[in-house]
Structure formats: C-alpha cells, structure tokens
C-alpha cells in the first residue's frame, strides 16, 4: 500500500461531500469544496497514481476525505447513496472545530442526530466498514502534487 490509512471518521466526511454535490468531476482531476464551501481542494489522478491538497493527503500521505469521495464517484470504492444521503448538510469543518479537530467524536455527535432521526446507525458503521476494509485493499499510490493547501 502506498499511503496511509485515513481516519475511518473520513469515509463519512466523503459521503457529505458526495451527497452535498460538493465534488465536480473532470477527466484527470476533481474540485472538491469542504462542508463550508471556504476551500476547495484539487484532486489529481494518472491511471493509479493520486494526489490532492487537502491536509491529510498532503501532509500526512493519508487519504483524505476529498481522495475517498473521488474514488466513490469513480467507482472504485464502494458507494451507497442511501448511507450518503443521511450525511447531507453536516458542518463537518464547523463541528471539527467544536471538537478540537477530535474526528472521532465530531462523528459520534452526528451518528448521534442520525439515530435520533431513526437511522440504522449500526447499518451506517456496517456500510463504512466495508469502504474501509475496501480502501486497505486499494492498489494505488498517493504522492504530494504541486498544489499546496488552501489557507
């Protein structure tokens, strides 16, 4: 595996992004804006080859959340737009910032708001799961692009 494992609480950042329309495609790259729309970070590929300008992708060689929404829109992580559509309208960079940049319990408050909404939050964990488990069998690499992070 050529990059690090994300933070699992970023497969469901990708799925706001996916559900929101925050993701514009093109041929080779992709504009993801984050929760807020303040930044918009620039997703590149050559055949297996990625990079992008978000922090976790660019400083840490970790998939980022705008790297998992590509790779669900390209189809090559699983997406069930059901599960994507409970995570429409999260202020992730809002609730982030509340919780310390804590993703893990940024995620548990909004798995929290799903299940009181009456979500099979144990469904969601499952489906996220599986986007993890799919992404550590991942045959691509991740390098850091010419573009750096938005400020």
């Given at each position: 595996?050529?990059?690090k494992?994300?933070?699992?609480?970023?497969?469901?950042?990708?799925?706001?992004?996916?559900?929101?329309?925050?993701?514009?495609?093109?041929?080779?790259?992709?504009?993801?804006?984050?929760?807020?729309?303040?930044?918009?970070y620039?997703?590149t590929?050559?055949?297996?080859?990625?990079?992008?300008?978000?922090?976790?992708?660019?400083?840490?060689?970790?998939?980022?959340?705008?790297?998992?929404?590509?790779?669900?829109?390209?189809?090559?992580?699983?997406?069930?737009?059901?599960?994507?559509?409970?995570?429409?309208?999260?202020?992730?960079?809002?609730?982030?910032?509340?919780?310390?940049?804590?993703?893990?319990?940024?995620?548990?408050?909004?798995?929290?708001?799903?299940?009181?909404?009456?979500?099979?939050v144990?469904?969601?964990?499952?489906?996220?799961?599986?986007?993890?488990?799919?992404?550590?069998?991942?045959?691509?690499?991740?390098?850091?692009?010419?573009?750096?992070?938005?400020v």
């Amino acid at each position: 595996m050529a990059f690090k494992m994300p933070k699992k609480e970023k497969i469901y950042e990708a799925y706001s992004a996916v559900s929101d329309g925050r993701v514009s495609m093109g041929d080779s790259s992709a504009q993801v804006l984050s929760s807020d729309k303040s930044k918009a970070y620039t997703v590149t590929w050559d055949g297996d080859t990625y990079s992008s300008n978000d922090n976790s992708t660019y400083w840490q060689g970790a998939l980022g959340y705008p790297v998992i929404a590509v790779l669900m829109l390209r189809g090559i992580l699983p997406l069930d737009r059901g599960t994507a559509e409970l995570f429409r309208d999260v202020p992730w960079k809002e609730l982030n910032a509340m919780y310390r940049n804590d993703y893990a319990k940024a995620a548990e408050s909004v798995l929290g708001v799903l299940e009181g909404r009456g979500a099979d939050v144990g469904a969601v964990r499952a489906e996220a799961d599986a986007v993890y488990d799919a992404i550590g069998r991942l045959d691509i690499s991740v390098r850091r692009g010419s573009l750096r992070p938005p400020v």
